[in-house]
DNA sequence: GGGGAGTGTCGAAGCGCTTCGATGACCGGC
DNA sequence: GCCGGTCATCGAAGCGCTTCGACACTCCCC
């Protein structure tokens, strides 16, 4: 079982067939009897083969592994990452495909490394930031990518993304349908903005828009993720807008926070503030109360990105932009 | 530059030596002149070469890429796992080898197939549980391992990790030093120590007997995630120990939730109870008061799990066991 | 000054797989 | 009963690299 390494040569011996035989039985890229072909297959599993993944990539140009390159930066919010990363695998394994994990030690040169090395043959990029370095080298490479998230000048790219201007607006719409007339959207820290990452950015512009377009009063705030910061936020605002009574939380380390800020400030939820959040389904349904959510929906997003990218591999176009609708989940604090 | 790929064939003519020569001034396994050295790295940069990792893993029977086989389960908590991957990743890269990320859907197949097809070379095993059915398949597998964490039959396997009965030990040590005679542990969620996960059962371990060698009065409890069930269980042993004065928390998740609930049950921190954390340095830091707490080297683990690790592919032997040592950071929350 | 003992380099044989062109066998139509 | 066309299979030529044995030099000691 463990023992020795076995090739396709003893496997085709074991088969009386020839080595292209199995190998066609394998790829399905030439017609084969069906005695043959079951030959073949009962052979493979006397033997427990698995063929040799180097040599297939030599002989094939095809390494069967998708390169996952996640940097690991300060204000990024890692379990969503994680439920990214797994989300590819389990998606790519669907396709046959390995992952390989990049981090951002290596900058650029690592992608470079590994496309001309041939150790993978397309590239999925998560935390995608509005002016990011990797983009352009991407466009000079051969090998298909698909970044999850959307840089400034997506032309060319292919994009995957929770659709963040519609799940700030929901938020907004929901306070308003629920009588909120005075609302406010707690963010990012501001580090955030500055460094431009685009989900963040583009939740409060869906935010602002839909606050106009309802004719509610809103304002949305950067939020710095430790208890004294959130507290000193929301004292603040409660201080100059008493009649504040809708809360958007964009920001998954801080809704602890400010949920405790709130009930120190004496606030009931959602009897005085009623609190919406974009975060996984998990840290809404942990929080007390629980929170009414638009959830992030990883596996979606990871699911599709590696879609896309086996479709682009196979030489198909795609469309450049996939914005993935947000999901609203009503729970008690609204 | 990222035209058609390069191969050893056109850097020998370039250079005007023979291919055989580039590949052993690329692995340095015959002596080569000074002169011919210069001038074959003078042509492969100039071409800019980068070995096919196919070809290579098929000549050389080394892939050069280690599988980092991460479970992602309940209870585990994710933003560590993921400083453990990144370190992991970051440190086989110092060696010259890549990651391939294995997650726990395929199970102990994936482990077995990338083993077989010669994808890697080697594993690191992540969030092993004492019980592991991942741990029998490692054993009969001719390709090394290392382990992070510990199952309950470590015999003739590589493990490592920090050592949380000395963790556990050293957070009571620390508030028996200040004076305090009645502490509690809260632990992770009852699932886990069910599970059998090794290093909350050690931990906690450490903790009982740290209690008895000091003569001070502990009890350890599991404690769920959840803000209302960690308030329930505070409140209960508030209740029925009012002079407790003492708190050592090993889990992250819920150590945002303890300070609440200390806060709406009136005590202070750390005049009335003193707070000590097993938890990674910006858990700690960002809660209010900041903790004083126990970190979880991740970095430190990563490193040494792939130290190990490459010692084994180079035949040499690795002791069974490395325990890291705990380090304890003050900070205000005693 | 002839015989080892290095040094530095080359050529060729694989590593295990895919893929292309070739070869039979078999079929129906005339 | 011969021809063209499928269908199923085979053999061989690579893919780009490592590694082994061979070879030609140089050096130095007796």
């Known amino acids: 079982m463990s023992g020795r390494t076995v090739t396709i040569t003893e496997v085709a011996r074991h088969a009386g067939v020839a080595v292209s035989t199995v190998s066609y039985v394998l790829s399905g890229k030439r017609t084969i009897s069906a005695g043959t072909r079951r030959r073949v297959l009962d052979s493979i599993d006397a033997l427990g083969y698995h063929p040799h993944a180097g040599a297939r990539a030599l002989a094939s ?43 951002a030690d290596e900058g650029t040169d690592g992608i470079r490394r590994v496309a001309a090395s041939a150790l993978v043959d397309a590239f999925v990029l998560m935390d995608v930031e509005l002016d990011d370095n990797r983009v352009p080298l991407l466009r000079e490479l051969a090998e298909p990518s698909v ?21 700030g607006g929901q938020c907004v719409a929901h306070l308003a349908e629920r009588g909120h007339s005075r609302i406010a959207l707690l963010g990012a820290p501001a580090v955030v903005y500055e460094r431009g990452t685009g989900f963040a950015r583009r939740t409060r512009e869906g935010f602002v828009a839909a606050v106009a377009a309802h004719r509610v009063a809103g304002v949305a705030l950067p939020c710095e993720e430790t208890f004294d910061e959130v507290y000193a936020t929301l004292a603040r605002l409660l201080r100059d807008q008493p009649d504040l009574s809708g809360l958007v939380v964009h920001n998954e380390a801080a809704v602890g926070h400010v949920l405790s800020a709130l009930r120190q400030l004496g606030r009931r939820v959602p009897a005085d503030v009623a609190v919406v959040a974009i975060c996984p389904d998990d840290v809404a349904e942990r929080a007390s109360p629980a929170l009414t959510s638009v959830l992030i929906p990883a596996e979606e997003v990871g699911r599709e990105a590696v879609r896309l990218l086996m479709e682009k591999l196979d030489g198909r176009t795609v469309p450049d932009a996939t914005l993935l609708a947000p999901h609203l989940a009503l729970r008690a604090s609204t």
Chains 1, 2 share one sequence.
């Open 147 to 167: 970044l999850i998230g959307f840089p400034a000048e997506p032309a060319g790219l292919t994009c995957v993304d929770l659709d963040f201007a519609a799940a």
């Open 61 to 103: 140009k095809r390494a069967n592994v998708i390169a996952l390159v996640l940097p690991l930066r300060a204000g990024m919010h890692v379990p969503v990452l994680m439920r990214f990363a797994s989300a590819v695998v389990t998606a790519a394994r669907r396709y046959d495909h390995d992952v390989l994990l990049l981090t």
